[in-house]
């Protein structure tokens, strides 16, 4: 690392908090939540050919003296349990923490970032931090029941984020200033929009805290997403309307791409030339990258515009997600110029959707999050909440990049013999106990941002685990490798090979000194270690020799160049301030000094 990387990491906390305040600020969160809210109805029928739940199971999170509960939205109480599970039981020693709010988390409180004050008490496990991360329970999650005995709910995995409890499919005929809208339904048998007109409320939300929109209503009948349709997320009032809590635009989980890169030299053009020239608000873009074999690349036509043909119910791909900041006569402060953004993983899967009738992608983030003032919880985050919601989502007012990576090698299990490996469910379990650790500061109080770690440090912590653990277990496992040296061209050892190369890959892309970090080799052995304090020198020393890692768009770009090289196809899905017309913002991409 340089020079210039040196000044840049004294200055790094400032990149991401450039306005450095001792003023007490109001949040976003209770700007947001001292608006007039219309009376939801706890009993509501949905005609199925128009809504659809967005899960079997949905519900409230209730913070109790001791342990949660799940408020359904008939008003039935269960209370959630854990498993008596090895691995859970492991999960939740690693994630329990005592929580006391030191100094920094006072401040950070202060400062109008929402921190969880409730749950300043004894052995916090990860389930009561989600529950209690906001002033009030109002966290609604789905989750997958292991059993229901009575009123009681056993989960083996953390709830997901929602927002709303049914949705729609719809194109918004008019939009009014006063929230009324005008919708029409999309009809299966059509295929088109020609299915009933409903009234429903979409509100306008107020301005945040430094005056920012996070979604506008204004013209959005004419937003270039209105042709495809929108899904809308949220619940019926008392008087029969549907209220809009969150929308998403159809076309960005479609397998149908707008443009395809069908080499890897033309793919790498792609992520490091094209992925952020169009810049314009109210634009997307969907793009396939892939290497395709030369028999392939001369269908011509053919394999580049129907590359859906490629993808299957139930496929899996890693998302790398990546935002940029806001422009324009709103424009948010930067140092040096540099517009840092966020940087986080996620998981997606190929689903059908049943009121559009196709396969679509479904993606969930795992969002390692700092405290921040817009009550967004570290955790499993559905894209309709983290992205669509209308107050706290990003799709309105920030340029996005999710990456899709679908490789067999890192997505599908693998069976040598008896003995199973899954680098899916092990990343899974590596970001949860991250996410889960961020809930509560490490018992602090308070997640913050400092050089050795950020959202993109910790991410690229649990990938880089993921690795190790994985290839370390085969290493060490006599049985694999009698199965592996019986089978050398069994597709699975094909698979493994290609797993291994893409390891040591990433792994040299993630420790560019040639030194594992103190605190990531701890994590390979205990999972993930206990969040000590460093020291002005362990903490520069922790940046160096991850350095590549500090900056979102650095890491982003030089990581799916890397899947990319090694035989993943990429599903590139872009947007730039999606909705309707805001003149007082404009989209900036993320961005990294050249010599990262």
């Known amino acids: 690392m340089c020079l210039a990387g040196l000044i840049l990491w004294l200055f790094y906390p400032k990149l991401f908090y450039p306005v450095q305040t001792q003023t007490v600020r109001s949040s976003n969160y ?77 401040a950070s409180q202060a400062s109008g970032n929402i921190n969880p004050e409730r749950l300043q008490r004894q052995a916090v496990d990860p389930l009561e931090s989600l529950a209690g991360a906001r002033p009030l329970d109002d966290v609604w999650v789905k989750l997958v029941p292991q059993r229901v005995e009575g009123s009681t709910i056993t989960i083996a995995t953390e709830p997901i984020q929602i927002a709303g409890t049914h949705y729609a499919l719809v194109q918004i005929v008019k939009s009014e200033a006063d929230g009324q809208s005008t919708v029409r339904h999309f009809n299966r048998a059509t295929g088109k929009f020609d299915g009933p007109f409903s009234r429903m409320i979409i509100p306008q939300v107020v301005p945040d805290r430094d005056g920012v929109l996070r979604f506008t209503t204004k013209g ?52 490091t030339k094209q992925t952020w020239e169009q810049s314009r608000q109210d634009t997307t873009q969907v793009a396939w990258l892939a290497n395709l074999p030369q028999s392939r690349q001369r269908l011509g036509d053919r394999a580049i515009i129907r590359p859906e043909s490629d993808w299957r119910l139930g496929d899996r791909a890693i ?90 090698a890192v997505t599908q299990d693998y069976d040598f013999g008896g003995t199973a490996l899954s680098p899916w469910d092990e990343f899974q379990t590596q970001l949860m106990v991250m996410m889960a650790r961020y809930r509560v500061g490490d018992g602090t109080g308070a997640a913050l941002v400092t ?111 890397i899947f990319l090289g090694q035989g993943a196809q990429l599903w590139i899905i872009r947007t730039n301030q999606v909705g309707g017309t805001n003149p007082q913002i404009a989209p900036l991409p993320p961005t990294a000094p050249h010599f990262f």
């Open 451 to 561: 050089p050795a770690t950020s959202c993109v440090q910790d991410s690229n912590q649990a990938l880089y685990v993921t690795i190790r653990k994985i290839t370390d277990q085969v290493a060490g496992s006599a049985q694999i490798q009698q199965w592996l040296a019986q089978n050398p061209n069994h597709p699975q050892t094909q698979r493994f090979n290609q797993l291994a190369i893409l390891g040591q890959a990433l792994e040299k892309e993630l420790e560019p000194l040639g030194i594992v970090r103190g605190d990531w080799q701890r994590s390979v052995q205990e999972v993930i270690g206990t969040g000590q304090k460093a020291s002005f020198l362990g903490e520069f020393m922790a940046a160096l020799t991850t350095w590549r890692t500090l900056l979102p768009r650095a890491a982003f770009d030089r990581l799916a160049k």
């Open 30 to 106: 209770a700007i947001f939540r001292g608006q007039p809210q219309p009376e939801l109805a706890a009993q509501a029928t949905y005609d199925p050919q128009l809504f659809q739940p967005v899960a079997p199971w949905v519900g409230r999170l209730i913070l109790k003296d001791k342990g949660v509960e799940l408020e359904v939205p008939m008003g039935d109480r269960y209370q959630l349990q854990w498993p008596d599970d090895p691995q859970v039981n492991r999960y939740r020693q690693l994630t329990k923490r005592d929580v006391q709010f030191t100094a920094q988390a006072i």
């Open 319 to 408: 998302v790398m997600h990546i935002f940029g900041g806001i422009g324009g006569a709103q424009a948010e402060p930067t140092t040096f110029g540099i517009v840092t953004g966020h940087f986080s993983y996620g998981l997606a899967e190929v689903i059908w959707e049943p009121l559009a009738a196709e396969l679509q992608w479904q993606i969930t983030y795992y969002q390692i999050y700092a405290h921040n003032p817009d009550g967004i919880i570290s955790g499993k985050i559905s894209w309709a909440e983290y992205m669509g919601n209308l107050e706290r989502g990003w799709l309105g007012n920030r340029p996005i990049a999710d990456i899709l990576i679908h490789l067999p």
């Open 220 to 271: 959005l009948e004419a937003s270039r997403s209105n042709q495809i349709g929108w899904y809308v997320y949220g619940r019926k009032t008392t008087t029969g309307e549907f209220l809009v809590q969150a929308i998403a635009p159809r076309q960005l989980f479609q397998l149908n791409p707008q443009a395809t890169f069908p080499t890897t030299e033309a793919g790498i053009r792609y992520i």
